[in-house]
């Protein structure tokens, strides 16, 4: 752990609270529990890398458009398994109905149910797992003259009913929820400047809070829920107190005491205090309540989560059903033949160039492709090197490298992150 004060290069202003943040640190997700071969593995890791090589080869991009943004964190989540809409590209746009930039969904077939539905849809955005606006890297997320990307995310918020919104520039991750303007900011760039073995542990408060676990699915409660239902309790109702000595006292033995004239009178007036005091004492018993215990299991597997949502969500329409049908599971549908090399890799948990031919047969052995054709290795190695030609006419860094004869690495395993270069 990183001590007794939340870590350097994460911030809290009154979303979740420094106390409740230290009381979740044992449970927040990620950490494998035996590394292989001095490689942490397991889908936290997976993503952590992924991550690095996305930075790598974007974050020049990121610093000149806010296009180069926006495809970093699309190719994140894409490595995360969720779909990414945009909904401010799909119509011209309204000043009287603003859209967000990106919107996060649990698979294609919800995004799509989304993009299919007209953008004065009040429920439009009902299975969106979170709202994304994005900046130009380093540019400030607290706003500039004349415009405030805060207010922008958290008036996306309420009118699309929403719970979570991201505000990133690639570097710095903030996260927002409906109704607050206070916000989680974890700090990318200084996670991936940690030493190797370092690097892990500090990636768990990224990993934890913007992975497609942590947000709600439907009605069902998820991590960052129940870490605001925590920091934002009521008090523990005290129990009532006990009655004041003033009531037992009140005398109704007086009554009989008192003039025959006034008794009637005086005793109607006992009476009724009296029941002024009962009544109180009872409203005041009522009122206690129990405090709630927080269940704290909190699922790290991206593809049961996918599951899940599939399994609570609407029935999709005829054409979008059959869209979502293939046995591959959801978070890899779309997944091109170069994406899957990549990926593939990635978990092979070194840094070692492969032939393209044990590159496909990883591929498809981690469920990365699902191919009916005869020649899927040939197909590998066409799209990797497809995939490297159009990286330079572009002028944009290669992922890919080639060692040898139909052998390749990615071009990221010179990042730090990796602890050691390619040779």
Not at 10 to 17: A, I, Q
Request: aromatic residues 8%.
């Amino acid at each position: 752990m990183f001590g007794p004060r939340l870590p350097y290069f994460v911030k809290d202003t009154g979303l979740f609270g420094e106390g409740v943040l230290h009381w979740a640190a044992e449970a927040l997700p990620g950490l494998p529990d035996a590394p292989a071969g001095g490689q942490v593995v397991g889908p936290m890791a997976a993503a952590m890398n992924a991550i690095a090589v996305s930075w790598t080869l974007m974050r020049r991009s990121m610093r000149e458009t806010e296009e180069g943004g926006r495809n970093f964190v699309r190719d994140i989540y894409r490595k995360l398994g969720v779909a990414v809409w945009e909904p401010h590209r799909s119509a011209r746009p309204d000043p009287a109905a603003p859209q967000p930039m990106m919107a996060l969904f649990a698979n294609t077939a919800a995004s799509a149910r989304a993009a299919g539905t007209s953008r004065s849809d009040p429920a439009r955005y009902r299975e969106a797992l979170a709202l994304i606006e994005v900046e130009v890297l380093d540019r400030p997320l607290d706003g500039r003259p004349g415009y405030s990307p805060i207010q922008r995310l958290s008036g996306l918020l309420d009118t699309t009913g929403v719970r979570w919104g991201i505000l990133t520039d690639g570097a710095r991750w903030r996260l927002y929820r409906q109704g607050s303007y206070t916000f989680y900011e974890v700090n990318l760039e200084a996670i991936l400047q940690q030493p190797p073995g370092d690097a892990p542990e500090a990636f768990r408060w990224l990993y934890a809070f913007i992975r497609p676990g942590a947000f709600p699915q439907g009605d069902t409660p998820a991590f960052l829920d129940r870490l605001w239902a925590e920091a934002h309790a009521p008090a523990p109702t005290s129990a009532p107190a006990p009655p004041a000595p003033v009531v037992p006292q009140a005398p109704p033995a007086a009554v009989p005491s008192a003039p025959p004239a006034e008794s009637g009178a005086e005793a109607t007036t006992l009476a009724a205090a009296g029941a002024i005091a009962d009544g109180t004492a009872e409203a005041t018993t009522a009122g206690a309540t129990d405090e709630e215990e927080l269940e704290w299991q909190d699922p790290s597997d991206m593809a049961e989560a996918a599951e899940a949502v599939e399994a609570t969500a609407p029935a999709p329409a005829p054409v979008v059903e059959a869209a979502a049908a293939p046995a591959a599971p959801a978070a890899d549908e779309g997944m091109s033949f170069a994406d899957a090399a990549e990926e593939a890799l990635l978990r092979q948990g070194e840094p070692r160039a492969l032939h393209y031919r044990v590159i496909t047969e990883k591929a498809i052995e981690l469920g990365l492709l699902t191919t009916h054709g005869k020649t899927p290795a040939s197909t590998m190695s066409a799209q990797i090197l497809r995939d490297m030609e159009r990286c330079e006419k572009q002028g944009i860094p290669l992922r890919f490298f080639r060692q040898g004869p139909g052998i390749f690495g990615l071009t990221a395993w010179q990042s730090p992150i990796f602890g050691q270069k390619a040779e």
